[in-house]
């Protein structure tokens, strides 16, 4: 009993001992909050990760791909088929993206990928990443009227707002039709001579000419138009109904997506963005009137207001930019059209150009793939490309991926598949294996934060065994009295133990709330910290995410605390073992 009064007074009245004690609190509370920020950007970093990438993937090594993709999947239920709960074939291919903004052409290299909306969003978290509810329901690459989040639905505060958002589908389609004719009419838009576009090298045309695609319809076949010049300017939207007018229908009219594809025809004269290039089954009309019309020098028009190109879904960070007052401003929405160009399937390949409708953005707020992720219909990709037989009209494909039953060892299916098909032609890969050096770093940085965090309380360690040597020093002749009147070296040792003990409880139980308070409220200190210097602590802009994510781990603590006792503890066994071999007799000569 006379060692924890003992142990008490001195914790009580030794204010020196103060100073290791906050120097543990500091270690454990600041291990605490780094680790929790640490598990939480791990944790959803490997999240998005897995949700963008399936679990195994198994990729033809030639950009032509592997050719039918049923066998292919047919003997991947062979090898490994009581694993696997979903597949999905995939196209991959390097392309440019081309769009119009503010009179001018934007060019981005992106990667262009062929995808089964029906069962993409079985194997990965792809449908979970759109910008549309009803694309999160069901995908797919028909533009919607409106409904599109702008900011802040799926992330919560703190995400960036997208006010341009709230008009983009058909009802910004439709405007930009009608912003296209009325310039037309005025004569603010002069198109470009096919010979001199040709002599440029120039494949874009308009923004509204192309493969025509109606509202609820499949997709058409490709077409190339002459480039465009533009001048652009500023209609309001009232002079606009009034002046714009289509066939004595208001251009503003909500008629909207229709079932059936509306055709409008006009003179030569007057179709100055008629489509030159069309294929026969879109370049006229299927009506006998149409084929009439067009026998007396009429033309069939693509309509933009009521017809769409084939769908295709933008990473975000293609078309939103970052501006000063934290929101995003977007070069493109849904309803704009955009030109691809990717190389097709032959030998040497050629460049193909074609038009395609935005129809959804993908925002899993990773940039590399935010800003270079394009999706488009599987089915055209292979056509354009010509990535089929003739013959046998066996498609090309240049992956597989498949989704894993709950608790399936990923890297068992594998190994599995690796023996099943020629590593020469093939590669297999988990997600993991994918992203293998991006995990890696941040355990490596995980490890060596950890390290460097515990010397502080390692510093804590050697700031307690100075005190007890001192305090070993000072308290000689009082060691003495205790060991002359019966107090055994083991009691003396546990005094000073159970000092130190108790300097590491103090020192890790106030650090453990502390670093739970400041992981619990971290956003909120974030923003207070940012308001007093100016700048943003956390930039979402250069971050995966909009807030810090945090994620307590219990055995973490525990074995922070642990570790500051353990030091704590071991600090004061030198100063315990000199105070105990002290003999009475020297301890008391001189006093």
Do not use: C
């Amino acid at each position: 009993m006379y060692k924890l009064i003992l142990s008490w007074r001195y914790l009580r009245t030794r204010w020196i001992a103060l100073a290791s004690i906050i120097s543990v609190t500091l270690g454990v509370a600041t291990m605490i909050v780094v680790n929790s920020v640490m598990e939480g950007f791990a944790t959803e970093m490997q999240n998005r990760i897995h949700g963008i990438l399936s679990d195994v993937v198994v990729s033809a090594r030639s950009i032509n791909g592997m050719p039918d993709a049923e066998w292919h999947m047919e003997k991947i239920r062979e090898v490994a088929g009581d694993d696997i709960e979903g597949m999905t074939p995939t196209v991959v291919v390097p392309a440019m993206l081309n769009f119009r903004y503010n009179g001018g052409w934007i060019t981005r290299q992106v990667q262009l990928i062929g995808i089964d909306p029906e069962t993409q969003g079985k194997v990965s978290d792809f449908s979970d990443y759109l910008q549309h509810p009803d694309n999160r329901e069901a995908m797919s690459f028909q533009l919607h009227e409106n409904g599109y989040d702008t900011g802040g639905e799926v992330e919560g505060l703190g995400s960036p707002r997208r006010p341009q958002m709230k008009d983009a589908g058909w009802e910004h389609r439709r405007r930009m039709a009608q912003l296209d004719r009325f310039e037309r009419r005025l004569g603010l838009r002069q198109e470009a001579n096919p010979d001199e576009q040709a002599e440029s090298g120039q494949t874009s045309a308009g923004p509204w000419d192309g493969r025509k695609q109606g509202p609820g319809e499949s997709t058409g076949q490709s077409s190339h138009n002459a480039g465009s010049r533009v001048m652009r300017v500023e209609v309001s939207p009232r002079f606009l109904d009034e002046a714009v007018a289509d066939n004595g229908r208001s251009v503003d009219s909500p008629a909207g997506p229709a079932t059936d594809q509306a055709i409008r025809l006009t003179s030569g004269e007057e179709s100055a963005a008629t489509d030159q290039g069309d294929s026969p089954a879109t370049s006229a009309p299927s009506d006998p009137f149409a084929q009439r019309d067009q026998a007396a020098g009429r033309t069939y028009e693509f309509d933009p207001a009521t017809e769409q190109h084939t769908g295709t879904v933008l990473g975000i960070a293609l078309s939103a930019v970052r501006l000063p007052d934290g929101d995003d401003g977007m070069l493109v929405l849904p309803g704009d059209d955009v030109k691809l160009t990717f190389p097709n399937a032959g030998t040497p390949p050629k460049a193909i150009t074609d038009t395609f409708t935005i129809v959804d953005f993908y925002e899993s707020k990773m940039s590399e793939y935010d800003a270079s992720f394009v999706f488009v219909p599987i089915g055209v990709l292979q056509d354009l490309r010509g990535m089929l037989d003739p013959a046998t009209g066996v498609r090309m494909v240049s992956s597989i991926q498949m989704k894993l039953k709950p608790g399936v060892d990923g890297d068992a299916v594998r190994d599995k598949l690796r023996g099943a098909f020629d590593p020469h032609l093939y590669t297999v890969e988990t997600w993991r294996d994918k992203q293998g050096p991006l995990l890696q770093a941040v355990e490596m940085e995980q490890a060596i934060l950890n390290v460097l965090l515990f010397l502080i309380i390692a510093v804590a360690g050697f700031g307690i065994l100075a005190i007890f040597l001192m305090i070993v020093v000072e308290k000689t002749r009082d060691i003495g009295i205790l060991k002359s009147l019966g107090a055994s070296a083991g009691g003396v040792m546990g005094i000073f133990l159970t000092y130190g003990l108790s300097l590491g409880i103090v020192g890790s139980g106030v650090g453990t709330l502390l670093g739970l308070i400041f992981v619990w409220n971290i956003n909120e200190i974030a923003d207070l910290l940012g308001r007093l210097t100016g700048r943003p602590v956390f930039d979402p802009s250069i971050y995966y995410f909009y807030q810090i994510p945090t994620i307590i781990e219990p055995w973490t603590i525990a074995w922070i605390v642990s570790g500051a006792l353990a030091i704590a503890v071991l600090a004061s066994v030198l100063p315990a073992m000199r105070a105990a071999t002290l003999h009475p007799v020297e301890a008391l000569r001189y006093e």
